[in-house]
């Protein structure tokens, strides 16, 4: 889908096309880590009720547009490719449906010691082994929304290059 028509306003969801971000160095035998990012439908909507919505998930549930989310979910490209580059911090997150993902906020590693409590975008993502040439491993965001985080109850931390590398050596999903 390149775009939708909420309104009468026509957006470019082209930002949500696949792409790949390689880390020099990380993967087999020393070569490059490739990673194919997917950007979810849920990175600019919320969940409604048939009748009221927008677009149908990939899973065909309905969905509501939000221009907060679609604003936010802009910049998600380029927010991806720095988590990974600069190697950053993320936590795992159960989401309401009981699954297990990674959450992670933009925040550069070098100012962890800067975080405080209270709202933030936070991203939600898994890991899976990529089945396709293009890559080793693909990192789906699921989603992006506003959300409260009280950092001392995130119990472990992980950093993305290990994550990264323990999906492509275990050829699993993760978490």
Aim: aromatic share 8%.
């Amino acid at each position: 889908m390149d775009d939708i028509e909420v309104g009468g306003v026509l957006r470019d969801l082209r930002h949500l096309r696949n792409f790949v971000v390689t880390v020099p160095g990380k993967g087999r035998d020393n070569g490059d880590l490739r990673v194919r990012i997917s950007l979810g439908l849920h990175t600019i909507s919320t969940g409604c009720d048939r009748g009221g919505h927008d677009l149908e998930d990939e899973n065909g549930k309905p969905r509501r547009f939000c221009e907060d989310r679609y604003a936010f979910s802009l910049g998600l490209p380029e927010l991806a490719r720095r988590m990974i580059e600069q190697n950053y911090f993320c936590w795992g997150s159960i989401d309401r449906n009981r699954a297990m993902n990674y959450a992670i906020i933009d925040i550069a590693p070098g100012r962890v010691r800067e975080l405080t409590d209270g709202e933030h975008q936070v991203i939600f993502f898994y890991l899976y082994p990529c089945r396709q040439p293009e890559a080793d491993v693909n990192l789906v965001i699921t989603s992006c929304h506003a959300r409260e985080v009280i950092f001392r109850h995130v119990k472990r931390r992980f950093n993305m290059v290990p994550l990264l590398r323990t999906c492509l050596f275990q050829q699993k999903r993760i978490p």
